[in-house]
């Protein structure tokens, strides 16, 4: 046989072999198309505020984008951070396109943050916005006033509270216990309110916390004090108790966390 039939042949078993081992046993070439590798389409999120790379931006600010389209259910998750690698999950099950940071979760001023949002459709990404940017602004304080009506003070309490700030005792120049009560509802305007009704107290702390104003240790009467004190108004006080569960610092600092009060104090 010639060398040229020969390949011909050759050729031919080959390929008669491999039909064989594609088929189904009944001739019929079997295509293995299981889906397997195949990557689902992200879509692109488009974003509207704040825009990209925006300056200076509130640090509570409003961040919104588009709806995405589906005849099934969407939510979203919304990151943010302070890095495009260090993005951490603030917000998720969201069914609006906006969402708004609170007071309470303020940003921190003057600082770069990174976001991007992401829409879910039975529990499977279906889109994402690129990651965005924006700078948050700086606040500069700016001198009112000289000669507040209340006076020169030191070792006072200050605290916001039913829409004023609240200036309660303290101590004069010539180191006097106050017992002066003003109020402001716009930081320049002062109004005097009374009389704290139990002698004159400084150093003390004063907070707002469940609808009352608190006021906690300081110096009363010349002594440490383990007395706390309340108020629904500001002006009218009670003594909620005379000693205190715990062993009170005259350094100490009470603030509000969630639901409780707690108390952190200096090591002495």
């Not at 302070?82 to 906006?98: A, F, K, P, Q, R």
């Not at 017992?179 to 009374?194: A, P, Q, R």
Request: aromatic residues 12%; charged residues 20%.
């Amino acid at each position: 046989m010639k060398p040229f039939f020969r390949s011909i042949i050759v050729c031919l078993i080959l390929l008669c072999q491999g039909c064989s081992n594609d088929d189904n046993g009944n001739g019929v070439v079997v295509i293995d198309d299981d889906g397997v590798g195949d990557e689902p389409i992200i879509e692109t999120l488009a974003t509207l505020t704040p825009s990209n790379n925006e300056i200076p931006v509130s640090k509570t600010p409003s961040i919104s984008w588009e709806n995405y389209g589906s005849d099934q259910p969407i939510t979203y998750s919304l990151f943010l951070g302070t890095s495009e690698n260090t993005l951490t999950e603030i917000e998720s099950g969201l069914t609006v396109t906006s969402y708004d940071i609170e007071i309470a979760n303020a940003l921190d001023l003057n600082t770069e943050y990174f976001w991007q949002i992401i829409a879910y459709e039975e529990g499977e990404t279906v889109a994402q916005s690129e990651v965005q940017t924006f700078t948050t602004e700086l606040i500069f304080p700016s001198l009112i006033t000289e000669d507040a009506a209340y006076g020169a003070r030191k070792a006072t309490g200050v605290e916001v509270f039913d829409d004023k700030i609240w200036v309660i005792g303290g101590r004069n120049e010539a180191d006097v216990a106050l017992t002066d009560i003003w109020s402001s509802d716009d930081g320049e305007n002062w109004t005097l309110e009374g009389d704290f009704p139990f002698g004159g107290i400084y150093g003390h702390e004063l907070i707002a916390f469940n609808g009352k104003l608190w006021i906690y240790g300081g110096i009363s009467e010349g002594v440490l004090s383990n007395k706390i004190f309340s108020s629904e108004d500001g002006i009218a006080w009670v003594e909620e108790t005379e000693t205190t569960p715990f062993i009170q610092y005259q350094n100490s600092k009470f603030e509000v966390f969630g639901d409780s009060v707690r108390l952190q104090t200096n090591l002495n």
